[in-house]
Every structure is written in C-alpha cells, then in structure tokens.
C-alpha cells in the first residue's frame, strides 16, 4: 500500500473515506505545525535539510531522501501491513482474534498508554530545540533534525488512533498533546526523563542511545496488543526508531575514537589533559552514561505493578518480542527479585511474573544496551587503554520503584547517605563537568568539517559522502 501524497495529511488509513476523521485531523493539523513553529528546532525554518520521508510502508523501501524545509516536511500517518487473521498473542484472551475497535472496559486504559507514549514524541522534540546551534558537524545537524521530524511523525501516530478510536476524549487528549511542553513548571510532560534539559550533544548522544532505546521497548510491546491498530502503529514506528539509536550508539562511539586519538597523540590517559585538548574524557562519558541510563530505567516503572499485570492479563500490552517465550500466559510463573528490606539489607524473594514484567522489560533493556558498550570496549582495548566503560546498577540513582531514593553505587552497593552524597559527584556531571562539556559546543556548518571533541562518521547517509552538504543554511 502507498501513502496518497496528493492529500493534505499523506495516509494509508483511506482518510479520505471517512470525511468526519479527516476533518477532525485537518483541524489538529495547523495547531500541531503551529508548535512546531514555536517549540520545534529554533532558527533553522528556511534551512533546506537532506531529510527521509516515509512514503510506503514496504519493507524493500519505505522512504524517499531529499532536501526540504522543515515546516514543509510530509508529516504522515501509515500503518504496518494487517496480518491476516491476527490473533491475540498473549494473556487471558490469547487465541481469540484481535480488535479492531476499542473494547469498552478497556478504554481508558488504552487511552492512557497511548497519551503516555504520545507526549514522549514531541517532548524530545522540546528537549533538543536549541542544539542545532551548537552543532559538531552538518552531518549531525541533519540527524538531529531526522530524529525531530521523526518523533513529530510518532506523535502525529498517536493522534490518529486518539481521533480515530476515542471520540471526543480523543480529541481532548490530542489537543492537550501540544499544551504540555518538556519542562514546563505548570504542565510539564508526563514522564521524567522528558523533562530533564539536553543542553549538549554528548547528551543527544546519550538520550537517542538510551532514552530512544527505551521507546523500542516501549514501542515493541505495544506492538504485540491485541488492540490492531495501535500494534501496526507501533510496528511501522519501530522502522524509524532504528537510525535514532544509530545515532546515539556511533554518535558515542565517535567520542571515544576521538578521546583514544588525543590520549595517544599526548601519551596520557590523565583527564585534565585530555579536556584541556578539547576533548571528552573517558571517566567524563562515563558520568554521562550513568546519568542518563540511570534516568532511562525509571521508565519502565516499578518493578512490581499490579498495572503491568492487568495490561499483560488483558492482552493491552505484552513483553517485546513476545514470541521469544514459551508462556504467554504467566499464570503461577515468578520472577526471583532483589529488594531493599527497609533496614538497610537486601532481601530475594519471588514475585508473581505478571506483577514483575516492568522488571523483565527493564533487564532485557539492559541487555539490549550492553552491544554498544562492548563495541567501544573493544575499541579502548583496542588502542591499549585499561578503562573500562559500564552500564550503571539498575537500582542506582533511581526515581521510581523498590530503589527509590535509596543511597546505591553504581556498582549497585547500599551505602550510608552521607557517603552517597559525596560521591554523587563522581557518578554524574557535575556543574562543573556540565560547564566544560557546554564549552566544547561550537557550531561546526561546513560540510565535511567536524568539531574537536568528535571523530568524522565512516559513512555518510543514504551512501553520500561524509563532506555532502546535508543542511545548506540559509
Ligand atoms: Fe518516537
Ligand atoms: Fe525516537
């Protein structure tokens, strides 16, 4: 199926046979380009960017390259191919077939996963609109403004399925979409990590790594509910989502060739070497990635939820890749789990699994991030240095669950608050490491050209050449 680009919004939901939906779209529409205008990337509205559209949603090739103004970008809604007959994968209904309505007792429930994962969409959007200033290259700015379109289309996703399914709610939903802005003191986003500023690109970096990560997780087991449309939603997102976390996992591993660069051109692994060369030292990433992995695990939620066991039970909303387990049902399982005692200790005791899926989300999570550090392991081994980069304790520094608030290491140790108070400073940037990391930031607009503190990208994108001019400033 194509997507019908002579239609105002492009579709491949046959808009045009239901004239009520689309008025009701056509209607959101300027109030979403309206935000767009004002919260989306700053100062960069006649710049011509090398963007990619989706315009099928065919697997051989599901998008077209080309140059475009921003606030002229297709923003689109396209559904994943129906599986013919597709049955419920998991749950107490498992078996029966899908729905492609909303089933009544599970409406509201439905409505808040979808308004959930819809305003993490442009909230990123908000959180990166000042970074296109600081830009290290071309190539990155036009990843950067990738990402924004993009996740601008996920929102536009989620807005359909409101319009579509939930009425009038629906459509209250999708307006306040676009009242809640990223770290607003009156209507901030709804989740966290979605109010925390990206004031730099190593955190970009860190965020399309770790935070875009968690939408894939997010996004793959709202692709397994029995709830059709929202699962060929998601799927169709999960295309786009990959080069988000393309760009957060070379993005780092291009710091780290830069800083092994520096360290064996100075013949020193001392940090306040290698900053004062401009670049990032290694312990420095590391803070970075405790920050915003740490941040990122709270997402998933707490590790028992009586939630997370009705939308698993109810077929709302199942684990990733449901098909990688035997059980799909969960009734008598237990997951075996850690928990503070409340006196200082630890103590194991098992947990009903479908209470525990948040945790089993959150380790195969874990797992999933693990890749990238082994491939810039594997380069610091490779350049003969003994630092080692690590993913931080899930139970360190978090905000929600069994471990909130509770003094852990990194290394996942329950320690006295004093001692965690004054160590905090090593495990996360300081004002300090924050300020050297935002005086690296020069923007760097000519093709080819990179900053300092980060090494060229192997390829260009779409096969082009690195030096292509990805952005022509106006
Ligand atoms: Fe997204
Ligand atoms: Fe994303």
Redesign the pocket.
């Known amino acids: 199926m194509t997507i019908n680009y002579s239609e105002k919004i492009p579709n491949n939901v046959n808009l045009a046979n239901d004239r009520t939906l689309q008025r009701a779209l056509e209607h959101w529409q300027p109030h979403f380009l309206q935000w767009w205008h004002e919260m989306g990337p700053t100062d960069f509205e006649k710049a011509e960017v090398y963007l990619r559209t989706a315009t099928s949603v065919d697997a051989k090739g599901w998008a077209t390259y080309g140059a475009v103004h921003m606030p002229e970008y297709r923003w689109g809604i396209f559904l994943a191919d129906a599986v013919p007959e597709r049955k419920i994968g998991f749950g107490d209904a498992m078996g029966q077939s899908v729905w492609q309505q909303v089933p009544g007792e599970y409406r509201s429930t439905l409505r808040r996963l979808i308004v959930t994962q819809g305003d993490?969409?442009p909230a990123?959007v908000e959180q990166q609109r000042l970074l296109g200033h600081t830009c290290p290259s071309l190539y990155d700015l036009r990843n950067l403004f990738q990402v924004n379109v993009?996740?601008g289309r996920?929102l536009w996703a989620m807005v359909y399925l409101l319009h579509a399914y939930f009425g009038r709610d629906g459509r209250e939903e999708a307006e306040e979409l676009l009242a809640r802005h990223s770290g607003d003191s009156d209507k901030p986003r709804i989740l966290i990590t979605f109010n925390e500023p990206i004031s730099d690109w190593l955190s970009f970096y860190c965020f399309t790594y770790f935070t875009?990560r968690d939408?894939k997780y997010q996004?793959k087991s709202l692709a397994e509910s029995s709830f059709d449309p929202l699962s060929r939603s998601c799927r169709f997102?999960l295309t786009?989502?990959a080069h988000?976390m393309f760009v957060g996992e070379t993005g780092i591993g291009r710091v780290v060739k830069r800083t092994l660069e520096v360290m064996k051109e100075l013949g020193t692994d001392d940090p306040a070497r290698i900053r004062a060369h401009g670049a990032v030292d290694l312990p420095l990433l590391q803070k970075y990635l405790n920050f915003w992995c740490s941040s990122s695990v709270d997402l998933f939620g707490s590790e028992i939820s009586s939630n997370s066991a009705a939308n698993f039970a109810n077929g709302l909303k199942g684990r990733p890749d449901e098909e990688q387990y035997e059980d799909h049902v969960l009734r008598g399982a237990t997951l075996r789990m850690e928990s503070p005692d409340g006196k200082g200790g630890i103590r194991t005791e098992d947990v009903p699994m479908l209470n525990a899926l948040n945790e089993v989300m959150r380790e195969s999570y874990l797992k999933d991030c693990e890749i990238g550090l082994k491939r810039w392991n594997r380069a610091i081994e490779r350049a003969g240095q003994g630092f080692r980069l690590t993913l931080p304790s899930p139970h360190f520094r978090r905000s929600i669950g069994a471990w909130a608030g509770l003094p852990v290491t990194p290394q996942g140790k329950l320690i006295s608050r004093a001692e965690y108070d004054k160590r905090l400073p090593d495990w996360v940037p300081s004002e300090s490491d924050r300020a050297f990391v935002r005086s690296l930031m020069q923007k760097v607009a000519e093709p080819g050209k990179m900053a300092a503190w980060v090494a060229p990208p192997e390829r260009g994108i779409n096969n082009l050449p690195v030096d292509y001019e990805y952005v022509h400033l106006a």
């Open positions: 993490t969409e990123s993009e996740e996920h875009d939408g996004l997102m786009e989502e988000h």
